[in-house]
Antibody, heavy 120, light 103 residues
Framework: EVQLVESGGGLVQPGGSLRLSCGASGFTFGSYWMSWVRQAPGKGLQWVANMKEDGSVAYHADSVKGRFTISRDNARNSLYLQMNSLRVEDTAVYYC?????????????WGRGTRVTVSS | EIVLTQSPATLSLSPGERATLSCRASQSVSTSLAWYQQKPGQTPRLLISAASNRATGIPTRFSGSGSGTDFTLTISSLEPEDFAVYYCQHYSNFGQGTRLEMK
């Protein structure tokens, strides 16, 4: 069974940092692009970043570019999101999602999410 | 950047009725469009990929159509569990969602 389990969220002050993790199981992690998608309270879905199977290519949304960094460790079946210089508007539930191998960023499995609250 | 506009924002229907949800892209996306369902407190679930391909385990009452800039998600006969928020997606862009509520 495919499972994605996020961790690392919490309450942080503006300007602070957090590192989110996503542990994957039930599939060959190193064979899939992986993404982070977030959802602010009461709002819609927003793509944050994604990374190629081997970690050689990564993309970040303009809203987080220069502040967030996606990475992965295929030996540990884990995806990460390093979040620096956090802003109040980064407050959201952050989901880890697996992209189906169709080359169009469709997400067939999602974790339950980890909540990040940026507040003073 | 491609903008996806979903309509209506809210759709009020009764079980057994047919639901038609729209997603319009600001420029052609060919058939590179997905639909997701999200129930309160739950994670999104992939319903449709490539505009019309039902994902594994999705009931046949869900169907997707369209190409270019205009797409439709149709639920042929609403079940109580279908009342949720629906999102369309093209690559890094999501629509703002349509809330399907029970009348």
């Amino acid at each position: 069974e495919v499972q994605l389990v996020e961790s690392g969220g919490g309450l942080v002050q503006p300007g602070g940092s957090l590192r989110l993790s996503c542990g994957a199981s039930g599939f060959t992690f190193g064979s899939y692009w992986m993404s982070w998608v977030r959802q602010a309270p009461g709002k819609g879905l927003q793509w944050v970043a994604n990374m190629k199977e081997d970690g050689s290519v990564a993309y970040h949304a303009d809203s987080v570019k220069g502040r967030f960094t996606i990475s992965r460790d295929n030996a540990r079946n884990s995806l990460y999101l390093q979040m620096n210089s956090l802003r109040v508007e980064d407050t959201a539930v952050y989901y880890c999602a697996r992209e189906i191998p169709a080359g169009a960023c469709y997400y067939d499995y999602w974790g339950r999410g980890t909540r990040v609250t940026v507040s003073s | 950047e491609i903008v996806l506009t979903q309509s209506p924002a809210t759709l009020s229907l009764s079980p057994g009725e047919r639901a038609t949800l729209s997603c319009r892209a600001s420029q052609s996306v060919s058939t590179s469009l997905a639909w997701y369902q999200q129930k309160p407190g739950q994670t999104p679930r992939l319903l449709i990929s490539a505009a019309s391909n039902r994902a594994t385990g999705i009931p046949t009452r869900f169907s997707g159509s369209g190409s270019g800039t205009d797409f439709t998600l149709t639920i042929s006969s609403l079940e109580p569990e279908d009342f949720a928020v629906y999102y369309c997606q093209h690559y890094s862009n999501f629509g703002q969602g349509t809330r399907l509520e029970m009348k």
